[in-house]
């Protein structure tokens, strides 16, 4: 049962598309990834929300029809 675990890298180089890179410790020697915490709208405040079909304005307008109060008719 020797040599079961795969090499470990302490100093492994993320690099993201921004080119933003730093260093990690993993089992892969370098990692790429597409967003990081520099690029990534949430997180640098450029978040928007793109709507192209009004899913939006739909979700608002059922929760403002949940919040209404119901009134029953009378028989």
């Known amino acids: 049962m020797k040599n079961i675990h795969p090499q470990y890298y302490p100093k492994a180089k993320v690099t993201c598309a921004c080119g933003h890179t730093w260093h990690v410790g993993s089992t892969a020697e370098d990692i790429r990834i597409n967003v990081c915490s ?27 029809a ?10």
């Not at 690029?39 to 009004?54: A, L, M, Q, S, W």
């Not at 304005?57 to 929760?63: A, L, P, S, T």
């Not at 949940?66 to 029953?72: C, F």
């Open 38 to 64: 520099k690029c990534h709208p949430f997180y640098t405040g450029t978040e928007k929300i793109v709507d192209t079909r009004g899913r939006v304005e739909k979700y608002q307008k059922r929760v403002a």
């Open 66 to 75: 949940a919040k209404k109060p119901k009134v029953k008719a009378k028989k």
